[in-house]
């Protein structure tokens, strides 16, 4: 017998609930509902899900408390769904430690995509070890610090590395602005996100086939930016 996947999904309206639940098989899913942040903290130790849907604006407060309190114990896929579109609002889900979102009113196809993509990823991450990488062409050894592509080494800058390592360990998940800035320059550099930007051109220069459309790294407009393997 297949063994079900597990989905908290934390939402106040019923309707998107019921959206919810008819998107994803039965045969494939156990899916627990809950509507206040107080409920989801409760449920989510012992059920151990393997995914959250989550909404922010929920009766009891925000949902980012639990979303914070879930990190605490849980590397699982948590997807945003709200009304909240400002780009702040993604930031601060994000750096709580979302790792998708979507704002309403959304498509069930895309949902159901991202979805799928995100088990993809969670399963190819189990088949990677701590330290080695690939994708495309391109093999990377954190331990090392090497990065070949079509087994010709590449050189690329501490900084260039570091900002790689920050992505392939978080890949298909939303890096934001602020972590990068903070974790590989400092905090004192938190508002000099144009260093950012050059960074990002350079790797895409030394890993893209097409810097200008770029397949591996995507940038989350205003948000951060994401690796796709």
Same mark, same amino acid.
């Given at each position: 017998? !297949?063994?079900?996947?597990?989905?908290?999904?934390?939402?106040?309206?019923?309707?998107? +609930?019921?959206?919810?639940?008819?998107? &994803?098989?039965?045969?494939?899913?156990?899916?627990?509902?809950?509507?206040? =942040?107080?409920?989801?903290?409760?449920?989510?130790?012992? $059920?151990?899900?393997?995914?959250?849907?989550?909404?922010?604006?929920?009766?009891?407060?925000?949902?980012?408390?639990?979303?914070?309190?879930?990190?605490?114990?849980?590397?699982?896929?948590?997807? =945003?769904?709200?009304?909240?579109?400002?780009? !702040?609002?993604?930031? $601060?889900?994000?750096?709580?430690?979302?790792?998708? %979102? /979507?704002?309403?009113? $959304?498509?069930?196809?895309?949902? !159901?995509?991202?979805?799928?993509?995100?088990?993809?990823?969670?399963?190819?991450?189990?088949?990677?070890?701590?330290?080695? %990488?690939?994708?495309?062409?391109?093999?990377?050894?954190?331990?090392?610090?090497?990065?070949?592509?079509?087994?010709?080494?590449?050189?690329?800058?501490?900084?260039?590395?570091?900002? /790689?390592?920050?992505? &392939?360990?978080?890949?298909?998940?939303?890096?934001?602005? +602020?972590?990068?800035?903070?974790?590989?320059?400092?905090?004192?550099?938190?508002?000099?996100?144009? @260093?950012?930007?050059? @960074?990002?051109?350079?790797?895409?220069?030394?890993?893209?086939?097409?810097?200008?459309?770029? +397949? %591996?790294?995507?940038?989350?407009?205003? =948000?951060? @930016? +994401?690796?796709? /393997?």
């Amino acid at each position: 017998m !297949q063994l079900k996947r597990k989905l908290l999904l934390l939402e106040d309206d019923a309707h998107i +609930r019921k959206m919810i639940r008819q998107c &994803l098989p039965d045969q494939e899913w156990e899916i627990a509902e809950v509507v206040t =942040v107080a409920e989801a903290i409760a449920v989510a130790a012992a $059920f151990e899900p393997d995914l959250v849907i989550m909404d922010l604006g929920l009766p009891d407060g925000d949902g980012k408390k639990f979303l914070r309190s879930f990190r605490t114990g849980s590397n699982a896929t948590v997807m =945003v769904l709200t009304a909240r579109g400002q780009e !702040q609002e993604k930031v $601060f889900a994000l750096d709580a430690g979302a790792d998708d %979102y /979507l704002t309403k009113p $959304f498509s069930v196809v895309e949902l !159901q995509a991202r979805i799928r993509a995100h088990l993809r990823r969670s399963t190819a991450a189990l088949q990677q070890t701590p330290s080695h %990488y690939q994708f495309g062409d391109i093999d990377v050894d954190l331990q090392a610090r090497r990065v070949s592509r079509a087994g010709q080494l590449l050189h690329l800058t501490p900084k260039e590395f570091d900002l /790689l390592s920050l992505l &392939l360990v978080n890949a298909g998940k939303v890096v934001t602005q +602020r972590r990068m800035m903070v974790e590989i320059w400092g905090p004192a550099f938190l508002d000099q996100t144009h @260093y950012l930007r050059i @960074y990002m051109g350079h790797l895409r220069h030394k890993l893209e086939q097409d810097p200008a459309r770029p +397949r %591996y790294i995507l940038t989350e407009t205003g =948000v951060g @930016y +994401r690796l796709e /393997l």
